[in-house]
């Protein structure tokens, strides 16, 4: 008999196996013992406590323990401590579910442990997760790397570099420099949860998500990485080229170029020097339009003043060279004016603003104020020099009606129509044109009262001075007089159409949501605070971590560093917000 066949029948005999080489040691302990079911066997006098064994032509070297398979070129099988190390083409596999592959392997069948090396890969249905190392605890059916991971999906590539795998949930939980990468968008975040199932990811920290058409930036949101959608609800922000949306919470599509928001909305216009301010907002990017309501304003911010307009819906079109904002439902408008002067303001059930024309159409129902003059008609249009961002010119169309208080009754002027002129945002010069009607205190210099002038004309012009009429012009007066006060009727003392609503003037920017009650706000839920799993690596001193002598890994390796970045969360869901 030959040495070789010798020793290989000496060796079959010593361990109590069959000739096909398939061995299995079992003793008297609860621990399954590994099996190796196939791949050619030797022992090596400078490995006593190993049995190697190699690929021969049937295959690989195949081993099992407890549902995991393990396939690779070569393996030294401490039996004593069921205990694997694996050399080339490693691949170990749990079920359909997880399959490891690398250069390198070792598995723990006492402690159902498992550690890979060297061009590592894991797959799962729907994922694959490449790395240096991996570490993979079937007890907890878990998988964790710390050395920079790549996991790729049918839609995106997630890179971080501490990752762990939850096999059960199938959900991936990355922590330090998180970025997902698209063909069309690039997502960033410092701690993030993928479920690879489904394709969502959950944000957690500072994160964004870059594209060629817009930005979002949030603190805690979820994106499917799939169907390209998201909910963002931790000062969330979405940046849409000239255009930026602020929400308590934003819901974002991509592929439609859509954002809607909920709650302490603002939207900037970064070219026209505007904010618009609500509490729910649909941004369309393509269709440049913004729509927006509860308690809604858009404030046009101007050099020297600022323009704001209210409405129960705003709703704002067009590129920002011919921006159009179309106020609906009790539209409301104020212009503070500069110090020392009075404001500006009216009301109207719909308002229309073309900021590249410079008008402002109110339409039905309208009534403004400038000043100490309370003007009403059938539409009032105010228009602004384009320039200087001032008022420029008053007009109001149809039952033109000008009213200004005296401390004895009220000045008035009627008429078929009004073209008024501002200097430095104040009217100086009003023109009230056909069939025009006026009762105007006159008074002296001393601003004693001369007398009550009642006349009739076809077209009236009037001066002011701070506001107030200092002068009246007739054109084709018809005859009329100045009254004694005591020879003018107090029933003949009023115009016909008159109406004075003065208590309705809005005095400061407050006033524009005068009488209106406040919005009942959502609570915003719906993105839960990210669950601690606790630590991958139980918290033990070294002299109780348990490796096998034969083990590349040394205690340090199997512990917690200091200096890996920890899971965050916070202990109070800031995200809800009181009953308003």
Not at 38 to 63: L, N
Request: hydrophobic share 30%.
């Amino acid at each position: 008999m030959k040495i070789s066949k010798f020793i290989v029948l000496l060796i079959c005999l010593v361990l109590g196996e069959t000739s096909h080489a398939q061995v299995k040691i079992i003793d008297s302990t609860k621990t399954t013992k590994v099996s190796v079911q196939s791949g050619y066997f030797e022992k090596k006098p400078e490995f006593p406590d190993a049995v190697i064994y190699t690929r021969d032509e049937a295959g690989q070297v195949y081993i099992v323990h407890e549902g995991v398979e393990m396939w690779c070129d070569q393996a030294f099988v401490y039996f004593k401590d069921n205990f694997v190390k694996a050399y080339g083409n490693v691949r170990i596999s749990q079920g359909d579910t997880v399959s490891m592959q690398s250069n390198y392997g070792e598995y723990n069948g006492n402690t159902s442990f498992a550690f890979a090396a060297g061009n590592v890969l894991l797959t799962e249905p729907k994922t694959t997760l490449q790395t240096d190392t991996l570490y993979f605890d079937r007890i907890k059916q878990q998988a964790y790397y710390r050395s920079g991971g790549t996991v790729r999906d049918t839609a995106s590539t997630l890179t971080s570099r501490i990752g762990r795998y939850f096999a059960e949930s199938k959900k991936y939980q990355f922590l330090s420099n998180v970025v997902i990468k698209n063909p069309k968008y690039t997502v960033y975040s410092p701690q993030l949860d993928f479920y690879s199932e489904s394709g969502g990811a959950y944000l957690y920290g500072e994160s964004k998500i870059e594209s060629e058409t817009s930005t979002v930036y949030c603190e805690r949101g979820f994106y499917n990485t799939r169907s390209n959608t998201g909910y963002f609800v931790k000062n969330s922000r979405v940046d849409y080229n000239n255009r930026i949306l602020y929400g308590d919470s934003i819901y974002f599509d991509r592929a439609k170029g859509f954002a809607s928001a909920t709650n302490n909305i603002k939207v900037l216009d970064t070219l026209n020097k505007s904010i618009i301010r609500g509490h729910y907002a649909e941004v369309f990017r393509d269709q440049d339009s913004v729509f927006i309501t509860k308690r809604a304003v858009a404030v046009s911010l101007q050099e020297n003043d600022s323009v704001y307009v209210h409405a129960d819906t705003l709703r704002v079109t067009g590129k920002p060279e011919n921006r159009i904002i179309k106020g609906f439902y009790q539209a409301r408008m104020f212009k503070q004016g500069l110090d020392g002067e009075q404001p500006t303001s009216g009301k109207c059930d719909s308002i229309y603003v073309n900021e590249k024309l410079g008008i402002t159409k109110m339409l039905r129902n309208p009534i403004l104020w400038s000043g100490e003059n309370q003007m009403t008609g059938d539409t009032i249009h105010l228009l602004n020099n384009t320039v200087t961002d001032q008022l420029d010119t008053l007009k109001v169309f149809n039952n033109a009606f000008l009213v200004q208080k005296d401390s004895l009754g009220y000045n008035q002027v009627k008429g078929e129509r009004l073209i008024g002129l501002f200097t430095n945002n104040q009217l100086d010069t009003v023109n009230i044109i056909k069939n025009t009607q006026v009762i105007y205190y006159s008074r002296n210099d001393k601003n004693e009262l001369v007398g009550i002038n009642n006349t009739v004309s076809s077209s009236i012009q009037l001066y002011l001075e701070n506001q107030k009429i200092i002068g009246i012009r007739f054109l084709k007066k018809v005859p009329g007089k100045v009254y004694p006060p005591s020879q003018f009727p107090e029933n003949t003392r009023l115009l016909p159409g008159f109406i004075w609503r003065g208590d309705e003037r809005l005095m400061s920017k407050q006033d524009l949501f005068k009488g209106k009650p406040a919005p009942v706000l959502p609570k915003i839920r719906g993105i839960p605070l990210p669950k601690d799993e606790g630590s991958f690596f139980e918290e033990v001193r070294d002299e109780d971590i348990k490796i096998p002598e034969y083990s590349k890994l040394k205690p340090k390796d199997l512990q917690n560093r200091e200096d890996d970045p920890k899971f965050q969360t916070e202990p109070v869901d800031s995200t809800e917000i009181k009953d308003q």
